[in-house]
C-alpha cells in the first residue's frame, strides 16, 4: 500500500527562520509533487520533482528527491509570512499515467511576523 | 476566470438531505478528478474520468455517492442520505491528460458540513 508521511505536522516559526518539511515513503516514486494550499483554498503546485537526486529552487523555496526516489524534503529560507499554509506532498495513485494522486497528511506552516 | 470551478462553495445541510456539488474543469481538459479532504489531512482520491467516462472509483466512495460527467465537460457529484462523517471538503481538478500534458489543476473546493 502505498503511504506518505510528512513530518512535522505542525510548525510555528518566527519570521525569517528557516525550515525543512519531510515527506517520506517505504514506496518508489516516479515523481512527487509539492503543493500548497491556504485555507478555504485548493492545492497549488509549487514543483515536480521527477529524478531521484533531484534539486529544484524555487525563490527561497528548495526541494530536493532522494536518491532512490523514496522521500523528499521542501526547505523554506528566511521564512516569511507570507509562506504561511498547509504544505502537502504528492505522488501518483497506483500505475499508469492516470494523473490520480496520492497525498501526505500535510504540514501545517505558521510564520509570525 | 478559466480555472476549475466549483460550486457551492459551502453547503450546510441536515442529515439525511442530498447534495450535489458541481464542477466545471479547464477547458479542453479531458480528465476530471474528484478529491474529499477533511481537516488536518491531505485530500484523497475518490474518482476520475476521461471525458465522460468515469474510469475508476475509490472504495471511499460509498453507494451514496454518485458522480457524473455526461457530455465530457463539466460533472456532478451528488452525495445522498448524507451522514456527519461526510463533512469535508470535495475537491474536484481537471488536467489534459496527455504525456506533456498531465499537470492537475484544482478548483477552490466545495465546503460540506452535515449537521
Known amino acids: 500500500t502505498q503511504l506518505l508521511e510528512q513530518s512535522p505536522q505542525f510548525l510555528s516559526i518566527q519570521e525569517g527562520e528557516n525550515l525543512t518539511v519531510y515527506c517520506n515513503s517505504s514506496?518508489?516514486?516516479?515523481?512527487l509533487q509539492w503543493y500548497r494550499q491556504e485555507p478555504g483554498e485548493g492545492p497549488v503546485l509549487l514543483v515536480t520533482?521527477?529524478?531521484?537526486?533531484e534539486v529544484k529552487k524555487l525563490k527561497r523555496l528548495t526541494f530536493q528527491f532522494g536518491d532512490a526516489r523514496k522521500d523528499s524534503s521542501l526547505h523554506i529560507t528566511a521564512a516569511q509570512p507570507g509562506d504561511t499554509g498547509l504544505y502537502l506532498c504528492?505522488?501518483?495513485?497506483?500505475?499508469?499515467?492516470?494523473?490520480?494522486?496520492?497525498f501526505g497528511q500535510g504540514t501545517t506552516l505558521q510564520v509570525k511576523p | 476566470d478559466t480555472g476549475v470551478s466549483q460550486n457551492p462553495r459551502h453547503k450546510i445541510t441536515k442529515r439525511g438531505q442530498n447534495v450535489t456539488f458541481r464542477c466545471d474543469p479547464i477547458?479542453?481538459?479531458?480528465?476530471l478528478y474528484w478529491y474529499r479532504q477533511t481537516l488536518g489531512q491531505g485530500p484523497e482520491f475518490l474518482t476520475y474520468?476521461?471525458?465522460?467516462?468515469?474510469?475508476?472509483k475509490s472504495r471511499l466512495l460509498s453507494d451514496r455517492f454518485s458522480a457524473e460527467r455526461p457530455k465530457g465537460s463539466f460533472s456532478t457529484l451528488e452525495i445522498q442520505r448524507t451522514e456527519q462523517g461526510d463533512s469535508a471538503m470535495y475537491l474536484c481538478?481537471?488536467?489534459?491528460?496527455?504525456?506533456?500534458?498531465?499537470?492537475?489543476?484544482f478548483g477552490e473546493g466545495s465546503w460540506l458540513t452535515v449537521v
Open positions: 481538478a481537471s488536467s489534459l491528460g496527455t504525456d506533456s500534458g498531465n499537470t492537475i489543476y
Open positions: 514506496s518508489v516514486f516516479s515523481s
Open positions: 520533482v521527477v529524478t531521484g537526486g
Open positions: 504528492a505522488g501518483p495513485l497506483g500505475s499508469g499515467n492516470t494523473g490520480k494522486l496520492i
Open positions: 477547458s479542453e481538459h479531458n480528465r
Open positions: 474520468f476521461q471525458n465522460e467516462a468515469q474510469l475508476e
